[in-house]
């Protein structure tokens, strides 16, 4: 597949979306539990009037390389995903709008999964909005997310049974809408499942996904 050719300078703009894009489409991905049928990206303020080509491969690279033994690249991702009848759609927000940044949605026949992110300091890639809701995190390394009901007692829960296991938060982002809330647990290595069955016992959790990016 032929790809526009980018000078130096065009490619040093785009480079940080180019890693926010992998990043959110493994996030993505992992927290998806449908057949997947559509990936939607959009491309928010200034960078949709860039040459966006490399940000959508990537985008999908992450999302067709979680879970599977083929390797996905930059290169091959857009025809990987059309042999998985997969169909990719691109929008563009208001050039002149003052975010930057990538909105991408993963949907399937019983579910789907929505995610933002933007680039900070002109380098770090971050998570800024997960499902419609606001929330701030890093996008690299090990995670639990945890969706749940909105009340008292939830993060004292989910800290009690992470002490239980040994596992130490490194950070911790929280974010709510209505009566759902979500936490994103940054730790040190990936969580079994019996950490994951034992965070699902804590009232008013309804999820937990161990994710790695």
Request: aromatic share 4%; proline share 2%; net charge neutral.
């Amino acid at each position: 597949m032929n790809l526009p050719s980018l000078s130096d300078q065009e490619y040093e703009q785009l480079r940080p979306y180019i890693t926010l894009a992998s990043k959110l489409g493994g996030f993505a991905a992992q927290l998806f539990a449908s057949n997947l049928s559509t990936i939607e990206i959009e491309y928010e303020g200034e960078l949709g009037g860039w040459k966006t080509d490399f940000v959508r491969n990537a985008a999908v690279a992450g999302v067709m390389q979680s879970g599977s033994e083929e390797a996905v690249n930059l290169i091959n991702a857009r025809t990987v995903a059309e042999q998985r009848g997969v169909v990719i759609r691109e929008t563009r927000s208001d050039p002149k709008a003052k975010v930057i940044g990538i909105q991408l949605k993963l949907t399937g026949e019983t579910g789907g999964v929505q995610c933002r992110g933007a680039v900070v300091h002109g380098e770090y890639p971050r998570l800024t909005e997960l499902n419609d809701t606001e929330i701030e995190s890093r996008v690299e390394g090990n995670f639990i997310v945890i969706f749940n009901d909105d009340s008292p007692g939830v993060v004292g829960g989910i800290g009690t049974a992470l002490g239980t296991h040994g596992i130490n938060i490194a950070r911790l982002s929280l974010g709510r809408k209505g009566k759902n809330a979500v936490a994103i647990v940054q730790v040190d290595s990936a969580v079994g499942a019996d950490v994951l069955a034992e965070l699902k016992k804590v009232k008013s959790v309804k999820n937990a996904v161990s994710v790695k990016v």
